[in-house]
């Protein structure tokens, strides 16, 4: 059974940045597309940033188009978001997600991870 792991939340003042990691474990398995999305309290859970598995093209919300970077380390079985410039209202729970169709929608997502909490201050 696959299984994403994000690790890398944390608190940061304005302006500042983190990089959030996408552990992948578990049998191969066929995705077109891995992502990341968040969700804020109250709010519903929205798209971030993808990166498609073959050609390695990638995509952003316009909210974070930018800032944002998101990146993949086959070798490590791992992908990345790197945030910089972030403001208090990134602030949300972060999801690792994989999906098998090209889709920035969350329900065409199989495999999520569990969430890492990121926390802006202004």
């Known amino acids: 059974q696959v299984q994403l792991v994000e690790s890398g939340g944390g608190l940061v003042q304005a302006g500042g940045s983190l990089r959030l990691s996408c552990a992948i474990s578990?049998?191969?398995?066929?995705?077109?597309?891995m992502g990341w999305f968040r969700q804020a309290p109250g709010k519903e859970r929205e798209f971030v940033a993808a990166?498609?598995?073959?050609?390695?093209?990638?995509y952003y919300a316009d909210s974070v188009k930018g800032r944002f970077t998101v990146s993949r380390d086959n070798a490590q079985n791992s992908m990345y978001l790197q945030m910089n410039s972030l403001k208090p209202e990134d602030t949300a729970v972060y999801y690792c997600?994989?999906?098998?169709?090209?889709?920035?929608?969350?329900?065409?997502?199989?495999?999520w991870g569990q969430g890492t909490q990121v926390t802006v201050s202004s």
């Open positions: 990166l498609s598995k073959i050609g390695g093209a990638t």
């Open positions: 997600a994989a999906s098998p169709i090209f889709s920035i929608l969350s329900r065409t997502y199989n495999v």
């Open positions: 578990g049998r191969p398995f066929s995705s077109a597309l």
